[in-house]
Structure formats: C-alpha cells, structure tokens
C-alpha cells in the first residue's frame, strides 16, 4: 500500500519570521494523481520536498502507506523525483541516464538493462537510448527523466513543474503522456503546478492551496462546480468566474437593479455584502424588458465555435467587469448593450468578509 498521508506537517525555514506551510492535512489514495496547485509562492514545491526528504518537517508527521518517514533519510523513503530542470548528465548516454540510480544501489547489470528497456519503450525513447541528451528535443529530455524515476519503480513519484521549460504544444502533449503513463504504471504520484489547466487535466484530485494553506481539496468538477471559498472560485476556471459585489436583502440578491436569482440555501444564509459568482458560460442573454444585468460590451473575441464577450457593468456606481461565453451564432458586438441572466443552480454565493461559500 502506496498511500500518503500528511498530518499537520509544517515547515518553517530558519530565519523567516513564520512558517511556509504552517501544517498541511492531506490524504492521498493508493495509485491516485493528485495535484498541487496555487500562485507563485503559496508553498507547493515545501510540501513536496518535505515528502521526498529535501526539507525537514519541523512539526508533524507525514507517512508513506503505515511508515512513518518523517524524519527518514530521502534514500530510504522509496520515492523518486522528477524535476522541472531534468538534469541529466551530459556525458551519459541516454541508457546510462536512465540506468544510473539503479547502477549506484548495486541492481546487478541483466535487471538494470531490462528495466531501462522496458521504461524507453514505454517512454518510446528505445531509438535514442545510446544518444547524448543535448541530441535530444527538450521534450525527449523530460522522457528521460521520467524514464529514471519510472526504472526505479518507486511506491511513490513526486513531481515539480516537469513541464514548466517546455513550450505550449509539447506541455499539452506531454502532460497526457504522463497522465497515460501514470494510469497505467498505478504508482502513487504528487504532482506540482502553477497552471490551474494542467491541475485539472491531469489529477485525480486536486489540492488548492494558498498562503501555505489548503483551500480545498477535490475532484476536477467538484472544484469547478462548487469553489468553497471566493479563492477558489476565482483560481480554477479559465476565463475566470465573474464575481461581482451584491447586496443581499430579505433573501434576495441585488446587483443595482438586477435581481440576482439565487438557491434557496444561499438565499436563507446570506446577509449584508455578498459576493455573486458566475461562470461566463452560465450567462444566457435575454431582451431588455427581461429584468437582465446590463453590460457595455468593450471587446468580442471570436473563437470559431462560441465567442467570449467582455463587458463591465454598473456595480453601486462602480463598473465591474464582466465575461460572458456566447455562441458565434449570437451576433454581439464592441458597443452594444447587453442584458444576461442566469439560473440559480449556476450562482455561487459568497459571504464577501469571510470569502465562504453560502450555496449548496
Ligand atoms: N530555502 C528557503 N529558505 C527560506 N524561505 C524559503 C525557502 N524556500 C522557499 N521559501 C519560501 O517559502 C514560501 C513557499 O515557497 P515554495 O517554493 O514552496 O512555493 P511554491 O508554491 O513552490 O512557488 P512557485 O510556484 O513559485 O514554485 C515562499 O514564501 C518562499 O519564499
Ligand atoms: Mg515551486
């Protein structure tokens, strides 16, 4: 069993006047991919390196299915770590690369062989395994890479931004090799990236985090369904969630004069300022005597299939910006206004001071 689990596991750098990740909880299943993800800073690649043993763990406990590595030299804990710099020894060949951890814990030299051939062609790198790196694309040296923690058959894979030096086609194309790969090897795998797209296409799970905390831990869709908190509403999701500023009153939400139509749970907790938040593809545009939002459209930019309209609207005298996904076939233009509406089950509710969700 490859489980992970870490128990309120903190790391504190010396010198800093508070803790990186002040005490992180977090469960992850046997075979399960799941995702780091947060802005620059928020502490991703700290809680990784205190689960491969590269940064101490100064309170806490984290353990590897019943083993408790907390305070185990990073040799010992069976992981293996991919990075976003691949580091590959420029005068080995490609097999030497891939073969050489297995080489220094003495696996004798048929075993080595065989694993390495069975990792090149599962990476499909078994035409270039006697090549030098720098003969290599950069995304043939991310296969590399992967290929030396694949040969290690480790009970758990830890991975930091391993496509961040490729460029956008080969991101995407690698990212579903090692989606693929990762299914099929059933290894255990902590994965770490700043782009919420790369989050959601590749995890089983996804962990948020900010400011050294958990936001939210969930499914792809869970997350984009239902944001507990206005930090992830506004994280996940590209273009983002429209969040706009309301006043709620008797159960009803108001942004000037549009009534935002909202679930009956919100509608029962909400109070004071609250915050509305909508997808662009859950507007639906209506005709003026309708009772929709208003909004000066600024920008279209047309896709093909749909087109995504930019717009502000009035918010207390303030313009908000607004995103609405519209069909190619809804002909809206620069200088138009417009009116949208939209379904209470696609309104997420938040308590604007506290940043919690308030709808089901
Ligand atoms: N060796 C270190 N000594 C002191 N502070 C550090 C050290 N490494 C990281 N930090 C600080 O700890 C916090 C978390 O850093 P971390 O590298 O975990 O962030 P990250 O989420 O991986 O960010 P990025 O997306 O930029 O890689 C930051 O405030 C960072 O400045
Ligand atoms: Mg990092």
């Known amino acids: 069993m490859a489980t992970v689990t870490f128990e309120k596991a903190q790391r504190w750098y010396p010198g800093a006047d508070k803790p990186a990740v002040p005490g992180i909880s977090l469960e992850i299943g046997d075979g399960e991919f799941m995702v780091l993800v947060g802005p620059s800073g928020c502490g991703k690649s700290t809680t990784l390196r205190m689960l491969a043993g590269l940064e101490e763990v100064n309170q806490g406990k984290i353990y590897i299915g019943d083993r408790d590595i907390t305070d185990m030299p990073p040799k010992d804990r069976d ?85 961040s030096n490729l460029d956008a086609k080969m991101r995407v194309a690698t990212r579903t090799d090692i989606a693929k790969l990762q299914a099929d090897l059933g290894v255990t795998t902590v994965y770490v990236t700043h782009d919420q797209v790369e989050a959601m ?87 003026a005597n309708e009772g929709g939002l208003p909004i000066n459209v600024t920008v279209v930019e047309e896709l093909g299939a749909d087109s995504f309209v930019y717009g502000t609207c009035d918010v207390e005298g303030t313009p908000s910006n607004v995103i609405v996904r519209v069909s190619a076939r809804d002909s809206v233009h620069k200088g138009d206004v417009i009116y949208v509406t939209t379904d209470p089950k696609d309104v997420h509710v938040f308590d604007t001071e506290t940043g919690s969700r308030l709808s089901d």
């Open 79 to 163: 992981i293996a770590m991919v990075f976003q710099n691949y580091a590959l020894y420029p005068h080995m060949s490609v097999a030497d690369n891939m073969g050489f951890a297995l080489k220094m814990a003495k696996v004798p030299v048929e075993e080595r062989k065989k694993r390495v051939q069975e990792a090149a062609r599962i990476l499909q790198l078994e035409d270039y395994l006697e090549r030098k790196p720098k003969a290599l694309s950069g995304g043939q040296r991310q296969r590399v890479a992967m290929g030396r923690a694949i040969v290690r058959q480790p009970q758990v894979f830890c991975m930091d931004e391993p496509l």
């Open 201 to 287: 296409t590749m995890g089983d799970r996804v962990a948020v985090m900010n400011l050294g905390e958990l936001m939210q831990v969930d499914t792809p869709l869970g997350l984009y369904d239902k944001p507990k908190n206005l930090f992830v509403a506004g994280f996940i999701g590209s273009p983002q969630m429209n969040l706009l500023e309301a006043k709620a009153a008797d159960g009803q939400a108001k942004i000037g004069g549009y009534l935002v139509p909202v679930d009956p749970a919100a509608s029962k907790k909400m109070q004071g300022n609250i915050t509305v938040g909508v997808r662009p593809e859950s507007w639906r545009i209506v005709s």
